[in-house]
């Protein structure tokens, strides 16, 4: 469908560069020949909305047989989003969910109380060369969804809206902007979406919600005149109308959001939390693995190993 007629484009240079509130340089990482770039958390940005966590994984090559094995590990006070351009990954988690993801797809696991998964290439993958490259995000959960019953949804691509104009694909993984709404239940104010900017080509950003952030995975964008290429994530001064112009090659983005968080979170590990006490009593339980008999059990038919509780 093409945009909403009552978003106007306006001109990149309409606002100043005071308009981006904090630029954040990924911290990258190599994990056994595997790279990972975070996002978030930043030293000078925790959270942009609901997001709280937001790393770049790959572009990865990998060989005939070769993959990646995330073993089962837990969360508390967050839902877990999968995202992929290449590849796949073979989600289990101990709310019983057992599915393959594969590009332009949606995995929405959201941990609650607590939940343990594991992701791993698939079987089918090893069986040629095969490559890895998506964003996983976490979103923190409000108060009073931090102790719900843990849930999984998967939507396929397909079910994901499409609005598309003038050079310009959006993908709406999560949440409601440009007047679609994605299937995916949220549980706060949220928009998230994959972009792909033709060369030149621009966007408006969604200016009804609070928090706004674009990261660059690939290409460059313009912001006031000034250009930033792959590998960036800007967040935008709450209220300015912002609008982005993709470079000479084009640019494929995602675009993330929602209302400001109302404090701020504890991380530790992989818990999330309102609280000190709420991660101490999640660390105890992992420690204990005493599976089935607490906020803890293990993935179905993904029992045989787990990430033990880091020192």
Same mark, same amino acid.
């Given at each position: 469908?093409?945009?909403?007629?009552?978003?106007?484009?306006?001109?990149?240079?309409?606002? !100043?560069?005071?308009?981006?509130?904090?630029?954040?340089?990924?911290?990258?990482?190599?994990?056994?020949?595997?790279?990972?770039?975070?996002?978030?958390?930043?030293?000078?940005?925790?959270? /942009?909305?609901?997001?709280?966590?937001?790393?770049?994984? !790959?572009?990865?090559?990998?060989? &005939?047989?070769?993959?990646?094995?995330?073993?089962?590990?837990?969360?508390?006070?967050?839902?877990? /989003? &999968?995202?992929?351009?290449?590849?796949?990954?073979?989600?289990?988690? *101990?709310? +019983?969910?057992?599915?393959?993801?594969?590009?332009?797809?949606?995995?929405?696991?959201?941990?609650?109380?607590?939940?343990?998964? =594991?992701?791993?290439?698939?079987?089918?993958?090893?069986?040629?060369?095969?490559?890895?490259? +998506?964003?996983?995000?976490?979103?923190?959960?409000?108060? =009073?969804?931090?102790?719900?019953?843990? *849930?999984?949804?998967?939507? +396929?691509?397909?079910?994901?809206?499409?609005?598309?104009?003038?050079?310009?694909?959006?993908?709406?993984?999560?949440?409601?902007?440009? +007047?679609? /709404?994605?299937?995916?239940?949220?549980?706060?104010?949220?928009?998230?979406?994959?972009? &792909?900017?033709?060369?030149? =080509?621009?966007?408006?950003?969604?200016?009804?919600?609070?928090?706004?952030?674009?990261?660059?995975?690939?290409? *460059?964008?313009?912001?006031?005149?000034?250009?930033?290429?792959?590998?960036?994530?800007?967040?935008?001064?709450?209220?300015?109308?912002?609008?982005?112009?993709?470079?000479?090659?084009?640019?494929?983005?995602?675009?993330?959001?929602?209302? &400001?968080?109302?404090?701020?979170?504890?991380?530790?590990?992989?818990?999330?939390? *309102?609280?000190?006490?709420?991660?101490?009593?999640?660390?105890?339980?992992?420690?204990?693995?005493?599976?089935?008999?607490?906020?803890?059990?293990?993935?179905?038919?993904?029992?045989?190993?787990?990430?033990?509780?880091?020192?």
């Amino acid at each position: 469908m093409s945009w909403n007629p009552a978003l106007d484009p306006g001109c990149p240079d309409d606002v !100043g560069v005071d308009a981006i509130e904090t630029l954040i340089i990924p911290r990258a990482r190599d994990i056994g020949g595997f790279e990972v770039r975070r996002a978030l958390p930043a030293p000078k940005r925790q959270m /942009v909305g609901p997001f709280i966590f937001f790393d770049q994984a !790959g572009p990865a090559e990998l060989l &005939t047989g070769q993959g990646i094995d995330v073993r089962p590990h837990p969360h508390i006070g967050l839902g877990t /989003v &999968t995202y992929l351009y290449r590849g796949d990954f073979h989600h289990r988690d *101990s709310t +019983g969910a057992d599915q393959i993801i594969r590009p332009g797809a949606l995995n929405w696991m959201v941990a609650g109380r607590g939940v343990s998964h =594991s992701e791993r290439t698939s079987a089918a993958a090893r069986t040629g060369p095969n490559s890895l490259f +998506g964003i996983q995000t976490w979103l923190a959960l409000p108060d =009073s969804h931090e102790d719900m019953a843990p *849930s999984f949804e998967h939507h +396929g691509k397909a079910a994901l809206p499409m609005i598309e104009d003038h050079g310009v694909s959006v993908r709406l993984i999560l949440g409601n902007a440009y +007047g679609e /709404v994605a299937p995916a239940k949220m549980l706060s104010e949220t928009f998230y979406a994959d972009v &792909t900017l033709g060369p030149g =080509s621009r966007l408006p950003m969604p200016d009804d919600h609070e928090d706004r952030g674009i990261y660059i995975v690939d290409g *460059s964008i313009s912001v006031a005149g000034q250009d930033f290429d792959a590998g960036r994530m800007m967040v935008f001064r709450p209220g300015d109308k912002i609008t982005v112009a993709a470079g000479d090659r084009g640019a494929r983005l995602m675009i993330l959001g929602g209302a &400001t968080f109302p404090g701020p979170r504890y991380i530790w590990w992989n818990f999330v939390a *309102s609280s000190k006490e709420r991660i101490e009593a999640a660390k105890a339980e992992w420690r204990a693995a005493n599976w089935g008999n607490g906020r803890f059990d293990l993935p179905v038919d993904d029992r045989a190993e787990h990430i033990p509780l880091p020192d």
